[in-house]
């Protein structure tokens, strides 16, 4: 991989991320070259005014398969848009900013809201966060580590 640029970081396939601004830990996630944008399970939305400015309450569980850690989100709508699901099913989607901390790296993303509990991943990451530095490794996964094993048993009911 020596054509790299030297500021690229290698990700691999699916990786545990931070979601900092909102105070998720751990949420894992399919980096995925085919999707444009990322999206972000969601439940509960809830668009509103704030100021005169819309803003969406949403609620998230991070961990696939359980409702443990079940996080309340409030932010600014950063657009509304048509976003064509994997099904090929076009939707209207709250798509917020969202800041997130891969493989080390922070990064900013443009985040659709949608239910995403019959999905593999919590968490999709679409080409257009990737654009900011990552190359993924489609060989690999879980290059920035994992969440700590107390955690992960903690969180998934065991």
Partial sequence: MSGL?????????REWITLPGIGVPFVKAKLDTGARSSSLHAFDIEEYDLDGRPWVRFSIHPWQRSSEDSTVVTCPV????????????????VVVLMDLVLVGREITAEVSLSNRD?????????????????????????????????????????
Avoid at 128 to 142: I, M
């Fill in 5 to 13: 640029p030297h500021s690229s970081t290698i990700a691999g396939w």
């Fill in 78 to 93: 950063h657009d509304l848009r048509p976003v064509r699901s994997s099904s090929g099913h076009v939707a209207e989607r």
């Fill in 118 to 158: 019959e999905m593999g991943f919590r968490m999709l990451v679409g080409r257009e966060a990737l654009r900011q530095g990552l190359v993924v490794d489609s060989s690999r996964s879980y290059l920035g580590g994992r969440p700590p094993r107390v955690v992960r048993r903690k969180n998934r009911g065991r």
